[in-house]
T-cell receptor, first 111, second 115 residues
């Protein structure tokens, strides 16, 4: 079946950039998402990218997509302590199909 | 942006009781809602897909008689955990897709603890 893989942990210093990587196996994925989950809370949609795009930037967030390698990354510029959370990568074939999630990357920001 | 609410946010119940969780789209009509379950330190696992006015489609391994899903209107889906047991303790999250959009919006989740 399809799979989404992420590294489990990332630790960065406050003010540095964070890069969270994700790989997926389903070449028919059309939508690729990044969600943020703070402790005890639900998921917050950070951003998403269509498979026909290479890059999307939204304020401090930059998403890069390498469709050939099925690799997605999320870069957070000027990382703050409030960015500490678990970040989930997910893909889906369409907006009407369930998302397949990675296991999440726990980002720890050191002051 | 689109808002999805869940109620209750946290529930503690005794083994053998049934618990109903509501998922509401507050400012849009949700033609499709999804129910996910998240075990501690794990990713989300899809339980079922719910389309308004039709029966839910359950994923393999999810008991439809135990996890009753009702999507009675375009803004409300409910998940009822019947005869809950401690192993049902988990974080349940719903998501909703608005008509004519491609994005799913997630609720804040409901933490169920069965004693």
């Amino acid at each position: 079946g399809e799979d989404v893989e992420q590294s489990l942990f990332l630790s960065v210093r406050e003010g540095d950039s964070s890069v969270i990587n994700c790989t997926y196996t389903d070449s028919s994925s059309t939508y690729l998402y990044w969600y943020k989950q703070e402790p005890g809370a639900g998921l917050q949609l950070l951003t998403y990218i269509f498979s026909n795009m290479d890059m999307k930037q939204d304020q401090r967030l930059t998403v890069l997509l390498n469709k050939k390698d099925k690799h997605l990354s999320l870069r957070i510029a000027d990382t703050q302590t409030g960015d500490s959370a678990i970040y989930f990568c997910a893909d889906s074939f369409s907006g009407n199909t369930p998302l397949v999630f990675g296991k999440g990357t726990r980002l720890s920001v050191i002051a | 942006g689109a808002v999805v609410s869940q109620h209750p946010s946290r529930v503690i119940c005794k083994s053998g009781t049934s618990v109903k969780i509501e998922c509401r789209s507050l400012d849009f009509q949700a033609t499709t809602m999804f129910w996910y379950r998240q075990f501690p330190k794990q990713s989300l696992m899809l339980m079922a897909t719910s389309n308004e006015g039709s029966k839910a489609t359950y994923e393999q391994g999810v008991e439809k008689d135990k996890f009753l899903i009702n999507h009675a209107s375009l803004t409300l889906s409910t998940l009822t955990v019947t005869s809950a047991h401690p192993e049902d303790s988990s974080f349940y999250i719903c998501s909703a897709r608005a008509r004519n959009t491609d994005t799913q919006y997630f609720g804040p989740g409901t933490r169920l603890t069965v004693l």
